[in-house]
Each structure stands twice: as C-alpha cells, then as structure tokens.
C-alpha cells in the first residue's frame, strides 16, 4: 500500500511516514515535500527503498495531478503540510490571511479532489486530514488558522459522507501541543506554563499523533469515517 504525507519535511510528517513504514514490510510511503528537503532525504536514505521525495506544493492543483499522474494514484492520503501566521485580526494582513486559508485548506481540497476519483474507480481508498485543536478551541490571535482548521473539519465530515459507499474513508485528527519545532519559539517558562494548562501536564509526542494517523489509514479501520479525533492530553 502506498501512502502520500505532505509536509513530510517536519517533524509530525517525518513521524507519520515513519509510522506507515513500521506498520507493515509491504507499505511505501512518497514524502510530499516543497523547499525544505534534508530530513525527508535522511528517511528515504534510511527506507531501503521504500520512501520516496515528491516535489509537491500543495497549495498547486497542477503539481497535484502531475504527482498523481506519475505515481499512478497512492492507496493513503495524509494532507499534513501547513502553517500558522498568528496576530490579532485588527492586525492581520491580508496576505497573511490568504496565505494560511491556501497552505491549511485550499491544500486538502486540492489533495483530496486529486486522489478522490482514482480511489472511486478502484473502490478502495484512506484520506486523513490533521486538523488542528485550534479548529475545536479556537483561541485568539488565529483567526485565520482557526478558520482554515475548522474548513478542514467541515470539508472532512462532507467528503465522508460522498464516498462512504466507495469503500474510502475521510478522517481528521485534531493535535494539541506536539513537541514538534513549532514549540521552539517558546522560551523554557513559557513551555512550563503551558504544559501547567494541559490535564497530562506535559506535551504530545509526534508518535503519538503519528499512531492515530495510521490506524485510520490502516485496512482495519474501516468502519471509521467522518470522525474527528482529538490528540491533546484532555484538554478539551
């Protein structure tokens, strides 16, 4: 089976494709990646062939289908690159705005209309969306962030409904705080303060996200469509 991450460079996209590769000996992964390449080159170094870099900017339908098109179609879609710009709305410049809707929403909708009709034709197909807390617990300064999460949510639980009798699947997940490198910003203080708000007390591990992804994209999650499953150590 083979599975395409996107944002395959960072650290919940390299967590995810090494989940998918660990799963089973028969599962190939293509690591959808746009300029930052070095750690998605040391995986598919390390694959033993298995892993393979995509070039694809997946805020472009073009460099979708061009992606597809090669491949053939992929059994797995894991729609996990994006980004946030945060700032209170009064201050939100429009090309911040626009920016987070196409890298967090736009995206998913070019990636699942790219892969969703090969999988209609072979009646087989996974589609696992990583959303955002923030989509659930929208909290100030990210408005556009929160907004295209929500999308995603919205776009998943549609698109579930549209081919549940297609044998494809349409899932999100929903991370919390995930010591990825989008906490190395915070100070050691403000990671402790944070970490104080969380019910477990500490933060998610990409792994631990990465589990969740692959049992939804895995055979045996079947009967598992529309969810939206929350990985944020209770607080919401």
Wanted: charged letters at 20%.
């Amino acid at each position: 089976m083979i599975a395409l991450v996107t944002g395959a460079n960072g650290g919940l996209g390299q967590a995810i494709a090494r989940a998918w590769l660990e799963a089973s000996p028969d599962h190939r992964v293509l690591l959808g990646v746009r300029e930052g390449r070095a750690q998605a080159e040391t995986l598919a170094a390390a694959s033993d062939g298995r892993a393979e870099l995509v070039t694809l900017d997946v805020t472009d339908p073009a460099a979708w289908a061009g992606v597809i098109e090669r491949v053939g179609g992929v059994d797995v879609l894991v729609n996990n690159a994006g980004f946030h710009r945060d700032a209170l709305l009064a201050n939100l410049a429009p090309d911040d705005w626009h920016a987070v809707i196409r890298a967090n929403l736009d995206a998913v909708y070019h990636g699942c209309r790219a892969v969703i009709r090969p999988m209609m034709a072979r009646r087989y197909g996974r589609i696992v969306n990583v959303s955002s807390l923030s989509a659930l617990l929208a909290p100030a300064g990210q408005t556009n962030y929160a907004a295209a999460k929500a999308g995603v949510v919205a776009l998943t639980q549609s698109l579930a409904k549209e081919c549940a009798r297609s044998g494809i699947t349409v899932n999100a997940v929903c991370p919390g705080y995930i010591d990825t490198d989008a906490l190395t910003a915070l100070t050691d203080e403000e990671k402790r303060n944070l970490a104080r708000t969380i019910p477990m007390r500490r933060f998610g591990r990409p792994e631990e996200v990465a589990a969740a992804v692959t049992f939804l994209a895995s055979r045996e999650a079947s009967y598992i469509t529309g969810a939206v499953l929350k990985i944020d150590g209770g607080i919401l």
